[in-house]
């Protein structure tokens, strides 16, 4: 945004409701959906007679097409304007969802699950830039965030609910023909709330052809490699092909961006101190996450023997806290500054961790501790890290930034998941989803979950402790400028 752009900014969220209306209903939609369709999976599966590999598949594919094309979209919408990428995403959005009431297969579910990956990726990173690129102010940027963070957070929390209400009345088709509105009201609050691009804004450099293909490869290949170390094991050769092929395309990626005269992503950007060490601290939080909410869900029901509502009510202390946290992230980076707010809530997600994995055995009041100690953490780690990811970056490249924002989580997330798995497979005897298990099941599948929390604790720790490296290394950037290029 240029100065003259920010002569006009908003000075408060009133002024740019209708804005922050639209782009909190974009992340509602990422949140709300997989939370509400996985309730209605069994009854999917009855309906459309279809096999658990597929049932997976039906937030698999999502989940791959939205971590996949983040990265290419974010450059496209660098380029092109990303207003005019969001509204596409959403048109998709809202035709994908109409077609889920003409379903008559799970082949044909799964085509519309793919379509609803593709507007996520076109409108979920965009949500992100222009919300930052809406207001001059850091901490309006901070407070947009949050808001926009909250209204997503509290459809993943009533999603379950919702949908098992919804599906007590309505056909399970409903449950996706609810982003229909979403879809709507995000379109309306977009194009009526924020002015489209400034020239000035976007860059006209070529798009670097053989850097998506690469990027685009390396990222679907990280995240399909977690659901066959789950579901086949690390005995399988199937999973560590794919682990073998994600890591040669990210070397050939990283060879061609260093090499390329007009790259995808700009490596010297990524190494900004900002940049990376924000990047860093989300990629802990998404390991730790995913990591622990696999484990907690696999203690409480198979271990402890806790029915599945009961087990959704021993993950209550984390939903307050993602709920309720909002209101505490601005007077905290208020306190402590965005730096310092970045590197503490992420090294609160590895406390959690951590507790989880040395105390979570002896009672839940351990386990509940460890939720909220996760959950706090994560609070604040999405809305100051991504900030600092943007205040690194040109603002011609905010698009991208906050793409490998979410890109950073999506993979980490896969990885916590994968680790957890192949831990659990290797050191579980016997099928772990049986029930009356012998007491040296029971106390493999203890000594695995600390084994699996502390890992997991160990390589975010790490990640945390380097990004607070990287971040000590980061000048002050003033609003609208670019960073000074680190080396790479």
């Known amino acids: ?104 297969s799970v082949e044909q579910l799964l085509a519309v699950r793919v379509a609803m990956g593709v507007a996520a990726a076109m409108t979920t990173p965009g949500s992100l830039a222009l919300a930052f690129r809406l207001f001059a102010d850091d901490g309006l940027r901070v407070r947009a965030t949050t808001l926009i963070c909250t209204v997503g957070l509290i459809g993943l929390a009533i999603g379950p609910t919702a949908g098992g209400f919804l599906l007590a009345v309505a056909p399970w088709p409903v449950l996706l023909l609810v982003n229909v509105p979403v879809a709507a009201l995000a379109f309306l609050g977009v194009r009526f709330g924020i002015a489209p691009d400034d020239p000035a804004d976007l860059h006209r450099d070529p798009i670097d052809v053989a850097g998506a293909v690469l990027g685009t490869a390396a990222i679907v290949l990280a995240l399909l490699a977690p ?38 992503l700009d490596l010297r950007l990524v190494a900004h101190p900002l940049v990376s060490s924000g990047l860093a601290f989300k990629a802990a939080a998404g ?131 994968a680790v957890t798995g192949t831990i659990l497979a290797a050191l579980f005897t016997g099928d772990i989803a049986t029930t009356g298990w012998t007491a040296h099941q029971t106390a493999q599948f203890r000594q695995a979950s600390t084994v699996a929390g502390l890992t997991l604790a160990a390589v975010a720790a790490a990640l945390v402790v380097w990004g607070f490296l990287r971040a000590r290394r980061a000048a002050p950037v003033a609003p609208g400028a670019g960073p000074v290029l680190a080396p790479a």
């Open 227 to 264: 659901t066959l170390f789950v579901g086949d094991g690390a005995g399988d050769w199937r999973p560590w092909t794919l682990t073998a092929a994600a890591i040669a395309a990210a070397v050939l990626f990283v060879l061609r961006e260093r090499s390329a005269r007009h790259p995808l």
């Open 1 to 104: 945004m240029t100065s003259r752009a920010f002569d006009h900014a908003p000075r408060s969220l009133r002024e740019a409701w209708t804005a922050l209306a639209g782009l909190s209903a974009v992340f509602l939609f990422e949140m709300l959906d997989n939370s509400i369709l996985n309730v209605a999976l069994p009854t999917i599966g009855r309906d459309l007679h279809a096999s658990t590999t597929a049932l997976q598949w039906v937030t698999g594919s999502y989940a791959v097409a939205f971590g996949g094309l983040m990265l290419v979209f974010g450059a496209l919408a660098d380029r092109f304007g990303r207003r005019r990428v969001m509204l596409a995403g959403l048109v998709l959005l809202g035709v994908a969802g109409l077609a889920t009431a003409f379903v008559s």
């Open 287 to 417: 390991l730790a996450t995913a990591g622990l909410g696999y484990l907690v869900t696999l203690q409480l029901q198979l271990d402890w023997g806790w029915t599945p509502a009961l087990a959704s009510l021993g993950m209550l202390p984390q939903v307050v806290v993602l709920i309720a946290g909002g209101a505490l992230i601005r007077p905290f980076v208020d306190r402590v500054g965005l730096g310092r707010a970045a590197w503490m809530s992420a090294a609160a997600v590895v406390s959690g961790l951590a507790v989880f994995g040395v105390l979570g055995r002896h009672g839940y009041a351990w386990v509940a501790l460890a939720l909220v100690l996760v959950a706090a953490g994560m609070r604040v780690v999405g809305v100051v890290a991504g900030v600092n990811v943007l205040r690194g970056l040109p603002r011609e490249r905010t698009t991208i930034g906050a793409a490998l924002t979410d890109t950073a989580t999506e993979v980490t997330s896969g990885a916590g998941i």
